[in-house]
Nanobody, 114 residues
Framework: QVQLVESGGGLVQPGGSLRLSCAAS????????LRWYRQAPGKQRELVAA??????TNYADSVKGRFTISSNARNTVALQMSNLEPEDTAVYYC?????????WGQGTLVAVSS
């Protein structure tokens, strides 16, 4: 069974940095797109960043210049978050897709607060 395991969340002060990571276990096939979503309290889940197997990336306007998505190993994805703002507080979810298969991580909380 394929599962996505996330790590790296935590409490950080505004202006700080965190690095989230996600890896797929139990999968022989490679995923074509790897993404990070987030859901803040009382808000809808939104796409934060995405990267394709070809290396193409895209970001939400709110995180451009501050977040960097990368995939340096097969079926793994990381999100380097810098200059964090209180508005970045959310549960962050890893997402990977291949054809009709779409998997989600368990979510990791990022709390940006003084």
């Amino acid at each position: 069974q394929v599962q996505l395991v996330e790590s790296g969340g935590g409490l950080v002060q505004p202006g700080g940095s965190l690095r989230l990571s996600c890896a797929a276990s139990g999968s022989i096939l490679s995923f074509n797109a790897l993404r990070w979503y987030r859901q803040a309290p009382g808000k809808q889940r939104e796409l934060v960043a995405a990267i394709t197997s070809g290396g193409t990336t895209n970001y939400a306007d709110s995180v451009k210049g501050r977040f960097t998505i990368s995939s340096n190993a097969r079926n793994t994805v990381a999100l380097q978050m810098s200059n964090l703002e209180p508005e970045d507080t959310a549960v962050y979810y890893c997402n990977m897709v291949r054809s009709t298969l779409e998997l989600w991580g368990q979510g990791t909380l990022v709390a940006v607060s003084s």
